[in-house]
């Protein structure tokens, strides 16, 4: 798409994302969309990458999380493709865009991922980025809360070799969603730049869980 023609997609595609995140559980609400799109074009500005498609990608990558439609990871895709065409940008950008949305989720590494691009590694850091550290850990509660789990029950062992399909009931405790995924995410960093980025995150959760079990246990 012509240069010129993208700035009033963007604007167009942020206004949208924000009408229809504008009820959304507070850890995947549209101030997550503006950060996962702050930190893509900060990991962009070192590894490179088309701007046009991370910035739409980091924009429409939740536009609807499979968790909160029963698991059916069909309708983001779904609405992105329909609202992109309304937008005339072009089918290849398109098709890349519903890519990057198909491919990025966590869950996706149980069964490895189908499709890869520079893009799609970038927003997938910001979007891992985002699930760890001080924010990370407020999503982790908020989310918790949102599904009645548990904060911490000893009982409830960590299931590191959970399916897919275990993963996406999510019947744990948040503190056990610590082991099961967030403490994960460094290591799983495709760009050079996520990884520098998850250093700091990745140690206040850990600094976070020593104080947790130390007043758990007063």
Not at 193 to 213: N, S, W
């Amino acid at each position: 798409m012509d240069t010129t023609k993208q700035k009033p997609v963007l604007q167009n595609t942020r206004n949208f994302v924000k009408k229809t995140l504008e009820d959304a559980e507070a850890g995947h609400d549209f101030w997550h969309i503006l950060r996962v799109l702050k930190l893509s074009e900060k990991i962009a500005e070192k590894e490179g990458g088309d701007l046009f498609v991370i910035r739409l990608g980091a924009l429409l990558h939740d536009i609807a999380d499979a968790k909160f439609y029963n698991g059916d990871e069909t309708i983001g895709p779904k609405i992105a493709r329909e609202f992109l065409e309304t937008q005339q940008v072009d089918e290849g950008t398109i098709e890349h865009i519903v890519k990057i949305i198909e491919n990025i989720s966590f869950k996706n590494s149980f069964e490895g991922q189908k499709f890869t691009s520079k893009e799609l590694e970038i927003i997938q850091d910001a979007d891992r980025l985002d699930a760890i550290g001080a924010i990370g850990i407020a999503r982790a509660f908020v989310y918790g809360g949102h599904k009645n789990n548990p904060i911490y029950n000893p009982d409830l062992k960590v299931n590191l070799n959970m399916s897919k399909e275990e993963y996406k009931k999510g019947d744990t405790s948040t503190i056990n969603h610590f082991y099961e995924k967030l403490l994960k995410l460094k290591d799983m960093m495709n760009t050079n730049t996520g990884r520098e980025l998850a250093e700091k995150r990745h140690r206040f959760m850990e600094d976070f869980l020593k104080e947790f079990y130390e007043d758990w246990e007063v």
